[in-house]
């Protein structure tokens, strides 16, 4: 019995020092074989300054780690970043290191990223670094099954950054403070993917801005048909700042095009839902907040979006005889209704619109009223508007608790109707601009701005 205990210890010590050693053993070779592999197969220089290699930190699985690590552009894009960052954590069954082929992940973790994806005005998308292949492939097309596949089982994303720019669509899309993880079993054609997500995000489409650093989550359950390439929402709940939706249907990427079919809405009807959309940099308490009324977004987005095309677009936001008051703050604002459509019916961006037949509000008893509709954005909007009302602006830090260092004084009076367009206005062409009524604004004083939020 000693002498078998013997043995065991032996051979339990000799796999505790090959488990120790190996990653010093091996770590020069495979960090020159994985290098000289990824920049042979891709149009673009793959760098790190540090890879570590354990096979005792997460064992039974493997632990590889690269630091500091880089993917730069070649042509067209060239010298520009595609992907870099502080931190890229792999844990994998330690025979994984030595297959070719049919690899499984058990865990990979990105800190500190920033992902730069980037589409020039010809079409040509920096994230295409694959080197196409100048020979046939030696093996028959019935071999194909031997292609090299990848199955992960869950991921992390912390503290990253995402940028996407388009120049053919003329839009650009930022992530800051990006927080996500997802785990499920990937391994399968169809699998359910369970995510969370939190960032601020910032979207520009044709000069316009519009989100501006809100506040996004997403909590969500997606079915992945990896064959198809299609996403589908199952159980879900987003937030835009605090406003909350839910989404139903999927996005499904071709070859040629991206094919969405979305639809989404409120939850629920608070007119809270409403205040909630105000970036907090500005107002402060939301929950707080006294409200009557009610609050609903309700849209759908369908169709393929290319160099061309955008989805077809029904979204209503409505609100009927609501109010809100700050429980600290003297005055209220009631007999809030709110009707606008946003609505795209063929596809092309140029044919988006925006009619609001019903804006009304009363503060301190003084009733405001606009209409109108905006169309034509991509080229010359056009806008129709009507406003008819008063506004006393010594009542806004009354109402809302906004962060302004000094008074804020002025009575606004209009009751108008206008129809112009951008260009007429920047090029101060008056004489292509209808204005019928009297506008005024008499008393107005302000001093030294709103506070730093930055």
């Known amino acids: 019995m000693k002498k078998a205990l013997k043995i065991f210890g032996i051979i339990f010590g000799v796999i505790i020092i090959l488990l120790i050693a190996a990653p010093f053993l091996f770590k020069g070779s495979l960090e020159k074989m994985l290098k000289k592999t990824i920049n042979e197969n891709l149009n673009a220089t793959v760098n790190w300054e540090k890879l570590d290699l354990s096979l005792l930190k997460s064992f039974p699985d493997a632990s590889l780690q690269l630091k500091n690590f880089s993917v730069i552009n070649k ?6 970043t595609l992907v870099s960052g502080k931190n890229l954590a792999l844990e994998l069954g330690i025979m994984q290191l030595f297959k070719s082929k049919d690899l499984k992940v058990d865990r990979i973790n990105l800190e500190e990223a920033f992902i730069n994806i980037k589409v020039d005005s010809l079409g040509h998308a920096n994230y295409n670094i694959m080197l196409e292949e100048t020979e046939e492939p030696s093996k028959p097309a019935s071999d194909s ?13 912390k503290n990253s950054r995402i940028s996407y720019s388009d120049e053919t669509l003329k839009t650009h899309f930022i992530l800051r403070d990006f927080q996500h993880k997802g785990k499920g079993d990937l391994s399968e054609e169809i699998s359910k993917l369970d995510t969370y997500t939190e960032t601020r995000a910032s979207f520009k489409m044709d000069g316009t801005e519009y989100l501006s650093n809100h506040k996004i989550a997403l909590d969500a359950v ?3 048909d990896l064959k198809n390439q299609k996403y589908s929402f199952l159980d879900n709940e987003a937030k835009i700042n605090e406003l909350p939706l839910v989404f139903t249907g999927f ?4 070859d040629e095009n991206t094919e969405v079919d979305l639809s989404f809405k409120t939850p629920s009807s608070d007119f809270k839902n409403f205040l909630a959309l105000i970036p907090e940099e500005y107002v402060k308490q939301i929950s707080d907040v006294q409200t009557t009324g009610d609050f609903i977004v309700d849209g759908k987005l369908a169709g393929f979006v290319d160099d061309n095309h955008i989805p077809t677009m029904d979204i209503k936001i409505q609100s009927n005889n609501a109010s809100f008051k700050y429980p600290d703050l003297p005055k209220k604002v009631d007999q809030i209704t709110l009707d606008l459509l946003v609505k795209n019916e063929t596809g092309f961006m140029k044919d988006t619109y925006v009619n609001f037949p019903n804006i009304t509000f009363r503060i301190d008893n003084e009733p405001f009223r606009m209409s109108g509709s905006a169309r034509n954005f991509t080229e010359n909007p056009l806008i129709n508007l009507a406003v008819q009302g008063s506004v006393n602006l ?3 830090n009354q109402i809302m608790p906004l962060e302004i260092d000094q008074d804020l004084n002025g009575i606004f009076k209009a009751d108008i109707t206008a129809n112009f367009d951008m260009n007429s206005v920047e090029k101060e062409q008056y004489q292509n601009i209808r204005f019928n009524g009297n506008a005024s604004l008499t008393g107005f004083s302000y001093d030294a701005g709103f506070k730093d939020r930055f």
Do not use: M
């Not at 042509?75 to 520009?80: A, L, N, R």
């Not at 996005?251 to 071709?254: C, E, Y």
């Open 251 to 254: 996005v499904q990427l071709h």
């Open 394 to 396: 010594a009542n806004l």
């Open 75 to 80: 042509i067209p894009f060239e010298g520009d």
């Open 145 to 157: 099954s031997e292609n090299f596949k990848f199955e992960l089982q869950q991921y992390e994303i």
């Open 222 to 224: 997606f079915e992945i």
